[in-house]
């Protein structure tokens, strides 16, 4: 099976501030990798498929990047509604979540 | 816009099952992957399996394999997903999710996109004696 890593796990920041998070494959898995964010008490919401394309209604700040094994989610301009625990999720066979990065308040 | 709505809070006994629903609306049903992904108190996130209902045939995690059914009924635009043997492990919020449609492998077998968008409200099912 496939394992995902994410580093950092947590990180501090500012409103403002560029976040760049990073998610690891055991094996490659070329582009099938997305990214979620999850606010406490909700259900994930979908910010990037298909390691670099952007859902409908994101917002352009979220940008995705990567291939292979290693793929980053980027933030450019952190804002208070960012908060939240973002998870990477591979789609090249059984889906498999990283653990996530949980992103709060400086 | 497709909308997933799960069935309310469960409280079951262990070795007991649980059966939740997950009713879309708004949207094509048939042709796109449901799949569901559980979440224990203060963990991360974990694909139990899916189906394409269009199809009839789920695809299961290794993990729950033989302890888990999920099933679909195309009339009532509604997915299922049942856990057995229920042990206190699996206390979790349970989501349902929709896949971003479907391809045929080399094989000609129908593989979904599994990435999920929208999301359930999520379900938790609580196992305590």
């Known amino acids: 099976d496939i394992q995902m890593t994410q580093s950092p796990s947590s990180l501090s920041a500012s409103v403002g501030d560029r976040v760049t998070i990073t998610c690891r494959a055991s094996q490659s898995i070329s582009s099938y990798l997305n990214w979620y964010q999850q606010k406490p008490g909700k259900a994930p919401k979908l910010l990037i498929y298909?390691?670099?394309s952007l859902q409908s209604g994101v917002p352009s700040r979220f940008s995705g990047s990567g291939s292979g094994t290693d793929f980053t989610l980027t933030i450019s301009s952190l804002q208070p509604e960012d908060f939240a625990t973002y998870y990477c999720?591979?789609?090249?066979?059984?889906?498999?979540f990283g653990p996530g990065t949980k992103v709060d308040i400086k | 816009q497709v909308q997933l709505v799960q069935s309310g809070a469960e409280v079951k006994k262990p070795g007991s099952s649980v059966k939740v629903s997950c009713k879309a609306s708004g949207g094509t049903f048939s042709s796109y992957a449901i799949s569901w992904v559980r979440q224990a108190p203060g963990q991360g996130l974990e694909w139990m399996g899916g189906?394409?209902?269009?199809?009839?045939?789920?695809n299961y995690a290794q993990k729950f394999q033989g302890r888990v059914t999920i099933t679909a009924d195309e009339s009532t635009s509604t997915a299922y997903m049942e856990l057995s043997s229920l042990r206190s492990e699996d206390t979790a919020v349970y989501y349902c999710a929709r896949g971003a449609g479907h391809y045929y492998d080399s094989s000609g077998y129908p593989r979904p996109y599994n990435w999920f968008d929208p999301w359930g409200q999520g379900t938790l099912v609580t196992v305590s004696s």
């Open positions: 999720q591979q789609s090249y066979s059984t889906p498999c």
């Open positions: 189906i394409i209902p269009i199809f009839g045939t789920a």
């Open positions: 298909a390691a670099s």
